[in-house]
């Protein structure tokens, strides 16, 4: 099993450009989230879905977007970004968000925006 | 306002020594607390989970201790080994999971 794959794993960004950053599992698992990494903060929640068609926000949505069309993929949109958004980038899954069982985490995606 | 603290940013422990990482949090309405290990350059892993009917869990070299009263919460790491040198993250929730901002722990040999 693959379980959380992400993609790419390194990118660099203008001011103003969009992007994609992709997240797939191949868990079954309903539950998808993304967090993102900044020194001296911990990881922080953008966004998350419960299952297929299903999003909402987390603790800093701002500047991202999500879609949920299948219960694998579950894409991060950056629709103009910004040097605030220079982050690394991880996606995680579970069975369903209330477990005890933990998330697993993808590998990441280190972003640069200049 | 941070609901899951960690204030150690670092610790360092000689290889066979137990190493106690701690964690506060302020939300009395989580009722599942995990700690996840992160090396560099990869995503977090999940280690050790406790529910909060819980006061104890244990998992091999690792145990985790929750005091409700206190809102407190702690990894026991006994014996340490290099291996383990890692940043240490505490989570909590009751649904999504609030991370802390982890602490890195360095065992020297």
């Known amino acids: 099993n693959a379980g959380v794959t992400q993609t790419p794993k390194f990118q660099v960004l203008k001011t103003g450009q969009s992007m994609t950053l992709q997240c797939a599992q191949d868990?079954?698992?309903?539950?998808m989230s993304w967090y993102r990494q900044d020194p001296g903060m911990g990881l922080r929640l953008i966004h998350y879905?419960?299952?297929?068609?299903?999003?909402d926000q987390g603790e800093v949505p701002n500047g991202y977007n999500v879609s949920r069309s299948t219960t694998e993929d579950f894409p991060l949109r950056l629709l103009s970004a910004a040097p605030s958004q220079t982050s690394v980038y991880f996606c995680?899954?579970?069975?369903?968000?209330?477990?005890?069982?933990?998330?697993?985490f993808g590998s990441g995606t280190r972003l640069t925006v200049v | 306002d941070q609901q899951v603290k960690q204030n150690s940013p670092s610790l360092s422990v000689q290889e066979g020594r137990i190493s106690i990482l701690n964690c506060d949090y302020t939300?009395?309405?989580?009722?599942?607390f995990l700690w996840y290990k992160k090396y560099p350059a990869e995503g977090p892993t999940f280690l050790i989970s406790?529910?909060?009917?819980?006061d104890k869990n244990e998992d091999g070299r690792f145990t985790v201790f929750l005091n409700k009263s206190a809102k407190h919460l702690s990894l026991h790491i006994v014996p340490s080994q290099p291996g383990d040198s890692a940043v240490y993250f505490c989570?909590?929730?009751?649904?999504?999971?609030?991370f802390g901002k982890g602490t890195k722990l360095s065992v020297k040999p």
């Open positions: 868990m079954n698992h309903e539950y």
């Open positions: 995680a899954s579970s069975f369903h968000s209330g477990t005890g069982n933990g998330y697993t």
């Open positions: 989570a909590a929730g009751q649904g999504n999971l609030i």
């Open positions: 879905s419960v299952g297929a068609g299903i999003t």
């Open positions: 939300n009395s309405m989580f009722d599942y």
């Open positions: 406790i529910s909060s009917i819980k």
